[in-house]
């Protein structure tokens, strides 16, 4: 899947397999390379093995079968503290016996550094992260977001070019969290710095990243940038954990190029964009983002088909109105429309036609 | 000789049981005896508590084994105001102590213990053993010497007097010593030329004291010291030391009864008394059946037996012919007494005036020297 | 601060209050008060359980080694007397000295409690045990010289009746005849006048009847006076002018006062120095006169090696000298045993926080084995490994790695103690160091390891540090466990191996000397709770941690 050529890769996993009890594979044939100052998120439900991904990387796991190389060079069998990699982990791992300062500058002391010098970058990476009063101060004394700082700060100070991220924000707040978001993608874009981010939670993966690598079941599903990721998933599980997403399911009639039709289980009719499908008489799951359904006619292509529905619940969130109907038999068929002043607002038990684009409507594999 | 001494035993027993009957009333039906456990204790079970109990129905006994430590206890005992035992087995210096501290009940020879079958008073036949007010000897043990016999250096004689205990070059190796100033310093003193009339007298003053450490001194750093009795076969039979001192008793189990390669060496043994005392504050009942007890347990018979089991020579000189064979073994108990003229003839006899005197004093002289 | 409520508006003002107007501090008080009393119920039975089983036995111990009651109550008069007494102007006391002497020795002598002085006595001066025993059987020797003249002059004197007669009130000789075994003897009361007409006599007689009664439970009409009374009416017989008496005995009285002009005499000095001439020796006395205090320091001084002099105290002779070594030894020993569990338990309880819980549960079972084996069966297992002729040395001879001739000798000194007692006190280094371990996340490594540290130093800056505070509490148990230590030391430990706790238990159990054992034992809880204090200024008790 890895798209970006093998030469200039700057990390690169190759036929990866990692089992930790000699019966199953949590990491199963893992192939990605990273080119130099990119941020790549690697998002999947707990259990789909994108931890142990990072932490073969780091060094704290080894891979069972398969080479990772860092800079065209194999580093299987380099101890964790000869890589460089600048790490930062979910409950920060800041050493609660040293001060915030001695805590940065202790990857420079085991590198031997000079303490004129030390002194100097511990200052730099505490402005960096707005933390430069806090050098005195010891991890307890610190809220959560300041002390996921001085971790950043701490992963960064001795200037690695590759730098993981293990959940860094899953115990904060969602405020918080969004604002370090924003600077975590600055700072990194900033130093030009390698990132592999590790998370659960998609946003943040759309948010932050260059690529997102979606593992389920010990394999990336899909390597891409966030807008491809979120708009052309290349299968149900991606179209399904990325974003809100409304699913019917049916059977392939006619497939060419680049359409179509798929007969849903209760008859009707629809377009379709094939994705994973190849052949009439597939079954497919199709699947529609609930903010590019239409039920304005005139919005529409001429001949597209439509489908009945009812008007089940009308909610009311702000910016957004999100209305639940039941089409083709799915009572979770949500669609969202953006609060306009000509927007119309359904009401419960209306009766309504529904149609879309058939390059929105991604015939994906049934589950 | 056996007739009549069935005879005799049987006129003890009858006339035991009878007083015993007579004087059942108003005791207490149950006792608590405490003594030293192992061979001895089961000595006198043996010997006298069960065919006591057997003469007495419905009187039970409870052993406890604390008699090591039963000076120390009492002396708790009193001070809680409850005392527990009835009848206590303690050594004579103990039995001093405690009734120097009113811990323990005075008896009266004549009154409270059983006469001698041919009529001589208990008084005259305990003799000179009654080393205090409230002591009932038992037996006569002694403190003596084992060795190892293959141990024995090539070319050397068997070790057969005190000073071959001293005399590291014809006999090497660890010698296995009591933790305490007694008996060490006199022995000590008699192998650096005192004279035995004289060794308390030296040891009296500041440089006899000396002079015994400084005797001890030149085998200190080939001595084992033990706590208990039973140290000293152990470490015979383990081969960790060549000779050593212990009670005679130990010594016999262990060349006896479980036929170790240990000889004996009785010269300059120490004699030693062991017997019961009665606790001071006894109630009434309780005290009755303590002395009924005490009564029938020290009399010439009961003695006699009771060196059937262990090497122990009974205190009642009218005992002593009455002495027979071991009760397992067989063997004649008589040769391997302390007492026996074969065995006993250069001993001494615990000076008990002398040590209750400076046994404070010297003590804390002999451990800040084994501190050394 | 616009929209204040009442508390804050008058808190500029003086003290908060509460809604009703009481001080905010008074009402939290109340508030609290009852939640307190409930918590102080529920830990009463705890409470009490300790009080009783532990601060009372602390107590008595403390109180042991300073009380010295024992000289002043057997021999009230003499130390009494003897208070004046200057040893460097006279060799020994006086004659009133003797003579208090004589009438406490003979009462106590009586009730069994010379040879208890005695006993206490020597500790302090050798000797003093037998001079107080043999003093008691010869005391007869000065009161019948007496007892003898009165006894020739009239029978009655060895009777019991006259005397009670002569001595008691009628009130009470009538409630004496009418007494019966089994029923409570009447507390005995002086004849109206008696006291000043014969006061020694009273005075001795008062006792004797008070022992005989409560002690004795026997009557007075029976029993005839201790032999000491007629020395006592000698005395007062000389001094007084008994004519004007008209009570009970009054023929005998005055015929006794007519004799005793001519009686026989013996001087009590002379007298005791004739029992035994150490009663003449300067050091009996200091002894006495030294020791009369009801609270004394003698035993602590014992305690530091140190004893009572006429000239203050002074340090003992430099052969008898033992506890500063054993104190000495003690500290040494409980510290080097605590380092070794440290380098041993270390690395134990690294392995049980970090194996996966099935094995590390196995392990925790064999790390508490030892805790369901006897101490002793543990103790003499290690005799039988370590001896000469032992295992070890058995399996190093028969490598070839020592000869046969000069094996090993591993026990019966410090060696033996320090393994044994290692190998004893290991769980309780382990158990804290693990439950500390366990909260240390192992996210601390891979950071410092991230960050380019090499295991080395990412142990002994990052994991190390965490871990202070179980080796901290660990060495806090073990240290003063070891330095109470007595069973083991006493078993393995021969000469260079022993404790100050073998030493007290010496003293409890051996020589009795329970003053000097509880002065050790003061010591030694004073010299913990000082190591404690150093502990916690250094290290801070807040580091310590059980997990």
């Not at chain 3, 009996?284 to 140190?306: C, E």
Request: include cysteine; charge should be negative; proline fraction near 5%.
């Amino acid at each position: 899947m890895a798209d970006t050529a093998e030469t200039d890769a700057f990390v690169a996993f190759e036929r990866v397999q990692k089992s930790y009890d000699g019966e199953n594979l949590v990491v199963k044939d893992l192939n990605l390379s990273m080119p130099k100052g990119e941020f790549l998120t690697m998002l999947g439900p707990s259990g789909s093995g994108k931890t142990t991904c990072l932490m073969m990387l780091a060094g704290f796991e080894t891979a069972t079968y398969g080479e990772i190389k860092l800079d065209g060079v194999s580093i299987n069998n380099i101890p964790p503290h000869k890589r460089g990699i600048g790490m930062v982990f979910q409950n920060y791992a800041l050493f609660p016996h040293m001060t915030v300062a001695e805590n940065l500058s202790f990857p420079l002391e085991v590198r031997k550094i000079g303490k004129s010098e030390r002194e100097a970058k511990v200052k730099r990476a505490l402005d960096m992260v707005q933390m430069g009063a806090f050098g005195g101060r010891r991890p307890a004394q610190m809220s959560g977001g300041q002390q996921q700082r001085i971790a950043l700060a701490r992963a960064l100070v001795f200037e690695p070019e590759l730098v993981l991220m293990d959940e860094p924000l899953g115990a904060l707040d969602k405020q918080l969290r969004e604002t370090l978001q924003f600077e975590i993608t600055n700072l990194a874009h900033e130093l030009g710095i390698t990132v592999v981010y590790v998370t659960h939670d998609q946003t943040e993966a759309l948010t932050m990243s260059d690529r997102v690598a979606v593992f389920d079941d010990g394999r990336i599903q899909q390597l891409a940038p966030p807008d491809e990721l979120y708009e052309k998933p290349q299968n149900s599980f991606v179209a399904q954990f990325i974003g809100e997403n409304n699913t019917l399911e049916g059977t392939v009639t006619k497939i060419s190029g680049n359409h179509c039709e798929v007969r849903l289980d209760n008859g009707e009719l629809i377009d379709a964009l094939p994705v994973n499908v190849s052949a009439e008489g597939e079954r497919t799951r199709v699947s529609i983002r609930p903010e590019r359904v239409e039920f304005n006619k005139d919005r529409l292509q001429e001949g597209a088909h439509l489908l009945k529905a009812e008007v089940l619940e009308f909610i009311y969130m702000g910016d957004i109105f999100r209305t639940r109907l039941r089409v083709a038999g799915n009572e979770d068929f949500i669609i969202k429309t953006r609060n306009a002043p000509d927007q119309v607002r359904l009401e419960p038990g209306q009766q309504i036609e529904i149609g879309w684009l058939p390059e929105d409507c991604r015939a994906l594999d049934a589950i | 000789m056996k007739l009549s001494k069935t005879l005799l035993a049987s006129t003890a027993l009858v006339a035991a049981g009878a007083t015993a009957y007579a004087a059942g009333h108003g005791m207490a039906d149950s006792m608590t005896l405490v003594s030293w456990g192992g061979a001895y204790q089961s000595s006198q079970q043996n010997a006298y508590v069960e065919p006591y109990l057997a003469m007495n129905e419905g009187v039970t006994s409870t052993w406890d084994e604390s008699s090591a430590e039963a000076v120390a206890k009492l002396r708790a005992m009193n001070e809680a105001g409850n005392v527990t035992w009835d009848v206590v087995d303690v050594v004579a210096a103990d039995a001093i102590r405690l009734c120097d501290e009113g811990l323990a009940l005075e008896i009266d020879p004549d009154e409270d213990l059983a006469a001698a079958p041919d009529g001589t008073s208990a008084e005259d036949d305990f003799g000179d053993l009654l080393v205090s007010d409230c002591f009932i000897p038992q037996i006569v043990y002694s403190t003596t010497f084992g060795y190892r016999t293959d141990m024995v250096p090539e070319g050397a004689a068997a070790p057969s007097q005190i000073c071959d205990v001293f005399d590291l070059e014809t006999y090497p190796g660890k010698r296995a010593l009591e933790k305490r100033p007694i008996n060490n310093m006199e022995w000590a003193l008699l192998c650096d030329g005192v004279a035995k009339a004289d060794v308390y007298d030296v040891l009296a003053t500041d440089e006899g004291q000396d002079q015994a450490l400084a005797k001890l001194d030149t085998i200190k750093d080939s001595v084992i010291w033990w706590n208990a009795g039973a140290d000293t076969p152990q470490l015979l039979a383990d081969g960790e030391v060549f000779i050593g001192s212990t009670y005679n008793g130990r010594l016999f189990a262990a060349i006896e009864e479980q036929k170790q390669p240990i000889g004996m060496m009785w010269d300059a043994q120490v004699f030693d008394l062991d017997g019961w005392i009665i606790p001071a504050g006894l109630p009434e009942d309780r005290l009755a059946r303590a002395k009924d007890f005490v009564k029938f347990a020290t009399d010439t018979q009961r003695l006699a037996d009771q060196a059937k089991y262990i090497s122990y020579g009974p205190a009642r000189a009218s005992s002593a012919p009455l002495v027979s064979t071991h009760a397992e073994l067989g063997i004649e108990m008589a040769p391997h007494m302390p007492t026996d003229p074969e065995n006993s003839k250069n001993t001494f006899l615990y000076n008990y005036e002398f040590w209750a005197d400076y046994r404070d004093d010297i003590d804390a002289k002999f451990q800040a020297w084994l501190a050394q | 601060m616009s929209d204040t409520s009442a508390p804050t508006e008058t808190a500029q003002s003086g003290p908060m209050l509460a809604a009703d107007g009481t001080p905010l501090k008074k009402s939290l008080a109340r508030a609290l008060r009852r939640q307190k009393l409930r918590a102080l119920l529920l830990i009463a039975p705890l409470l009490i359980f300790v009080l009783v089983s532990f601060v009372a036995p602390i107590a008595d111990m403390l109180f042991r080694s300073v009380e010295n009651q024992i000289v002043s109550e057997t021999l009230p008069r003499t130390t009494n007397a003897l208070a004046d007494w200057d040893a460097d102007a006279s060799d020994s006391p006086d004659e009133p000295v003797f003579e208090a002497l004589f009438y406490d020795f003979f009462l106590a002598q009586e009730r069994k409690l010379h040879t208890r002085l005695g006993t206490r006595l020597n500790y302090e001066m050798t000797g003093m045990s037998s001079l107080m025993r043999q003093s008691g059987r010869k005391v007869d020797d000065i009161s019948d010289v007496y007892f003898d003249q009165f006894d020739d002059l009239d029978k009655n004197w060895d009777e019991a009746e006259p005397w009670a007669q002569l001595m008691g009130a009628p009130d009470w000789v009538a409630k004496m005849e009418g007494w019966e075994k089994g029923d409570r003897l009447p507390a005995f009361k002086l004849a109206p006048g008696i006291a000043d007409l014969l006061p020694k006599t009273a005075e001795i007689y008062g006792e004797f009847a008070k022992f005989t009664i409560n002690e004795d439970e026997k009557s007075l009409l029976k029993e005839e006076p201790w032999g000491v009374v007629h020395t006592a009416l000698y005395q007062d017989l000389m001094a007084a002018d008994v004519s004007s008496y008209t009570g009970p005995q009054a023929e005998m009285l005055k015929t006794a006062d007519a004799a005793v002009v001519g009686f026989e005499t013996v001087g009590f000095k002379d007298g005791f120095i004739e029992i035994d001439e150490d009663w003449g020796s300067r050091e009996v006395w200091t002894t006495i006169q030294m020791y009369s205090p009801a609270y004394t320091n003698g035993y602590f001084l014992n305690a530091v090696d140190m004893q009572k002099t006429v000239d203050g105290p002074q340090m003992r002779d430099e052969d008898e000298q033992i506890y500063f070594t054993l104190f000495k030894r003690t500290m040494f020993m409980s510290l080097v045993i605590t380092f070794s569990c440290i380098l041993l338990g270390y690395p134990v309880a690294w392995l049980l926080a970090n194996l996966p819980s099935r094995t590390a549960n196995l392990l925790m079972i064999l790390v508490l084995l030892p805790f369901w084996t006897s101490l002793l069966v543990r103790t003499s297992a290690w005799k039988v490994m370590l001896q000469q002729q032992g295992v070890i040395n058995d399996v190093l001879v028969w490598m070839g790695l020592v000869a046969d001739e000069s094996r090993l000798v591993m026990i019966n000194n410090q060696l033996g103690t320090i393994i044994a007692m290692t190998h004893i006190l290991l769980p309780f280094m382990i158990l804290p160091l693990y439950s500390v371990m366990q909260t240390i996340p192992p996210s601390y490594l891979r950071a410092a390891k991230s960050l380019g540290a090499t295991n080395w130093t990412a142990f002994w800056r990052v994991y190390f540090p965490q871990s202070v505070p179980g080796i901290g509490a660990g060495s806090i148990l073990v240290f003063i466990l070891a330095i109470g230590y007595y069973i083991t030391p006493e078993i393995v430990g021969g000469t260079t191996g022993t404790f100050i706790s073998n030493r007290i238990a010496y003293h409890i159990s051996s020589s009795l000397n329970w003053g000097l054992a509880a002065a050790l034992g003061t010591i030694l809880l004073g010299v913990v709770l000082l190591l404690y204090y150093v502990y916690d200024k250094i290290v801070g008790i807040d580091n310590v941690k059980l997990g």
